[in-house]
DNA sequence: GACCTGCTGCGGTCTG
């Protein structure tokens, strides 16, 4: 045979791996294993434990992971599932299902997809004759534990390894915490420690997230990581301000129309353009087909959210693929995971960056053949002020995101996992689902289920014991109690879990369907529906809207010349990361910008550095303007999200939280009160925080919480973990606990 | 004035 692996890594590494395995490697000609497949063959093979495998975007992580895991189980014949792979999209799934094919063939392992479009008929196949390896997103897995608890000691009984993929998509959020909690389900379910391998390009705080991936034991999760250095990163930020119209003049081109000239130079290669929101994707969609238009050449621009119906993304992303004919995409951070598009020349950005993790990922979708560097434009659109306007309206804060935004990207700072909040929406659904899976449980079998070491450490017995009594309370009915003390399903328990709706633990909106000519286009939220005769853009072109059917909930349109991007209702706001907001302050301070801004930014580099010095911000606290109350941006701004979403629910119309809070209404005592606490970083006081939650859900199982419970979860999303447990022992009352917990 | 993700079981009808 050849001499493959070059390095002695390499060769050591090969050497482990099923001779059919070797043979498949051959057959594919690389030169050699990629740097981190030599590492994670051994880190995998080698020993039980779990496993982190991060390496740059497109460095072979998938085939890091699966030449040990199919090299592993390749001689198992006992039935049963060996490996679990969980993606957090269905696309990725039928990707890494095509791509797994041809090694898995060779080695007879047989690649089942697992998701909401695989038939009935192929999932009870794959569940007769239980073997190989099973490609699922964690709803499925959700659905199949509740539904199918008494199989899964035979389907899951002899699994060997379980890999997450885009394990950052999962740190940090609901779904991530669903995903741990099922895991350790699974695994409470089968009587085995399962080793877990999780996948990532982004992976800042490796400590934190092997927290994450084995909360019992973060020591033993060995991190397998490759340099992503040695590429070449060529970074702009470019700003632009409206430009001033002398009267009588004619009007100058708008910021929007500018930026539009400047993605249009683009033509003639592979790009993404990332929008920012789904209506700038739309508008500038639109806008750069119309040049192509206006100026007889064939149009290269397209655009690609969630919004759009899956076989007009789909045949995006297959032209992209295809590399053919030259591609620009407008789209929402819908292109950001791994789904294969293959390499872009430049990628654009329109708006700062809210995240750097993801930043870095859309940057590697850019510079991926040797010797081509990554190439990355961030457009800042700005407002015209004049020179009396507020100091605060002179920051320029959206410049000095994008600045702070490239200084911790060359940095390699990425927003680590936060582990601390309590959850109760997510804890209430897997409580939900536990009782759903064994048909009754005890309270304390429950506590010890769900809240051992893994995501709901935090919940003290108290806690949870008022968690249970609230489930239990007659106006919600989720749970009941029988003479024997076991906990059973309520009566809307019952209809809860029984619906499909249940699995997933984020909340969607309703939605009309957009159809032209018996083909659904994509679709536009309920509530900011269609007038019939209005003109609107969608999926980069325009269209007159004929009807809408409310009770079908659709909405049909014919082609037309004019139109205007639809509302796609409002997003969650803020969501910024303290480090981020620190290192705006820092720019401010240093006034460093790297030289990666055009002229305009520099101009609006100098005006905000002034405008900072004008308004003297150095010190904590709240400051009081005339009728707007400030909160200074410096204690942190996932403190300032929590704190902006209080005050939404009070009914506050003007906040501003990129770098600070304008409040142009009176505050009541008592919120001002736990305002000056938070600025202060210190606990607020408990009754001051109730009169700022009132009783308004945020996530999906929310509206089932007491008051007192929401403001557990609430105050948990900022404080330190002891503040956690002293905040939420004064809300729930040690008095009450107990019944519930025997 | 942000973005994204996901979905079972059953009963009915039709096709090969």
Redesign the pocket.
């Known amino acids: 045979m050849g001499s493959l692996p070059s390095s002695s890594e390499g060769r050591d590494a090969f050497a482990l791996l099923h001779p059919a395995v070797q043979r498949w490697v051959y057959e594919q000609g690389w030169p050699e294993l990629r740097p981190i497949q030599a590492k994670s063959i051994p880190a995998i093979l080698n020993r039980e434990g779990d496993t982190i495998i991060a390496a740059a975007t497109a460095g072979g992580k998938t085939e890091a992971a699966f030449l040990p895991v199919v090299s592993a189980i390749a001689e198992e014949t006992k039935p049963g599932f060996k490996a679990l792979y969980v993606s957090?999209?269905?696309?990725l799934i039928n990707d890494q299902w095509r791509r797994l094919d041809g090694l898995c063939e060779r080695v007879e392992i047989p690649v089942h997809k697992?998701?909401?479009?695989v038939s009935?008929s192929a999932?009870q196949k794959a569940r007769s004759k239980p073997s190989g390896i099973v490609l699922?997103?964690?709803?499925?897995l959700e659905?199949m534990l509740v539904?199918?608890s008494m199989e899964i000691p035979k389907l899951f009984g002899d699994l060997r390894y379980v890999v997450v993929d885009e394990f950052h998509a999962f740190i940090g959020?609901e779904?991530g915490v669903q995903l741990v909690s099922l895991l350790n389900r699974l695994e409470a379910l089968t009587g085995r420690r399962v080793p877990r391998v999780g996948l990532s390009a982004t992976l800042g705080d490796m400590r934190a997230a092997a927290a994450h991936l084995r909360p019992d034991d973060p020591e033993g999760v060995v991190v397998v990581a490759t340099e992503g250095g040695g590429q070449d990163l060529r970074i702009k930020v470019m700003a632009y301000v409206p430009e001033p119209v002398p009267d009588g003049a004619p009007s100058a081109p708008s910021v929007t129309e500018r930026i539009t000239k400047e993605l249009f130079k683009l033509r003639g290669a592979h790009n993404l353009v990332f929008g920012?929101?789904?209506?700038?994707v739309e508008l500038y969609a639109d806008r750069l087909r119309a040049q192509c238009e206006g100026m007889s050449l064939p149009n290269e621009f397209f655009p690609h959210?969630?919004?759009l119906s899956r076989d007009i993304r789909e045949e995006v992303e297959q032209r992209l693929r295809d590399g053919q004919m030259p591609t620009t995409v407008v789209c929402?951070?819908?292109l950001e995971l791994g789904i294969d598009i293959g390499a872009v020349e430049t990628v654009a950005q329109i708006g700062p960056p809210?995240?750097i993790a993801s930043l870095r990922q859309r940057l590697g979708r850019s510079g991926r053949r040797p010797g081509q560097p990554a190439i990355l434009r961030i457009h800042v659109p700005e407002d015209g002020v004049d020179a009396g306007d507020h100091p605060f309206d002179r920051l320029r804060t959206d410049v000095f995101q994008a600045v702070a935004a490239v200084r911790l990207l060359v940095e390699r700072w990425y927003e680590p996992p936060e582990r601390r909040a309590l959850h109760l929406s997510t804890l209430l659904h897997q409580a939900l689902a536990l009782i759903a899976q064994r048909g009754g449980a005890s309270a304390r079998w429950l506590y010890s289920s769900l809240c051992g070491p893994g995501p709901f450490e935090g919940v003290t017995p108290q806690l949870f014991a008022a968690l249970l009594r609230a489930m239990g309370d007659p106006s919600r009915a989720l749970i009941e109690q029988g003479p024997d003390g076991l906990l059973m399903l309520g009566r809307e328990g019952e209809r809860l879990v029984d619906?499909?709706?249940?699995?997933?633990v984020?909340?969607?909106q309703e939605e009309y369907r957009i159809a032209h000519a018996g083909r659904v286009l994509g679709t536009v939220p309920v509530d900011t529906p269609l007038a019939p005769d209005s003109y609107v853009v969608f999926a980069g072109r325009r269209w007159r809207v004929l009807g809408v059917d409310n009770p079908a909930r659709l909405i049909t349109v014919e082609p037309a010349g004019a139109g205007k991007p639809p509302?796609?209702?409002?997003?969650?706001?803020?969501?910024m990361h303290d480090r981020l907001v620190a290192e705006m302050r820092a720019v401010y301070e240093d006034g460093k910008a790297l030289g990666v801004l055009n002229p305009t930014g520099i101009d609006l580099f100098n005006q905000g550095r002034q405008a900072y010095q004008d308004l003297g911000l150095s010190h904590t606290g709240i400051l009081a303007a005339g009728d707007r109350v400030l909160l200074l941006p410096w204690v942190g701004a996932k403190k300032l999200e929590t704190l902006s979403l209080a005050l939404k629910m009070r009914g506050f119309k003007t906040l501003?939280f990129?770098i600070g809070v304008e409040v142009n209404d009176a505050l009541p005592t008592q919120v001002v009160k736990a305002l000056h606490d938070i600025a202060l970083g210190t606990p607020p006081d408990p009754m001051a925080l109730a009169a700022m939650v009132s009783n308004k859900a945020t996530y999906k199982f929310d509206g089932f919480l007491t008051e007192e419970l929401l403001c557990a979860d609430f105050a948990s999303r900022w404080l330190e973990p002891e503040s956690v447990k002293e905040v939420a022992a004064k809300l729930v009352g040690a008095s009450q606990s107990g019944s519930l917990l025997k």
């Open positions: 957090p999209l269905k696309a697992w998701h909401g479009d009935a999932k699922i997103t964690p709803e499925s659905a539904r199918r959020s779904r920012g929101s789904r209506n700038n959210h969630g919004s929402t951070t819908t809210r995240s619906h499909y709706g249940f699995f997933a984020f909340e969607t509302s796609f209702g409002g997003g969650d706001g803020g969501g501003r990129e």
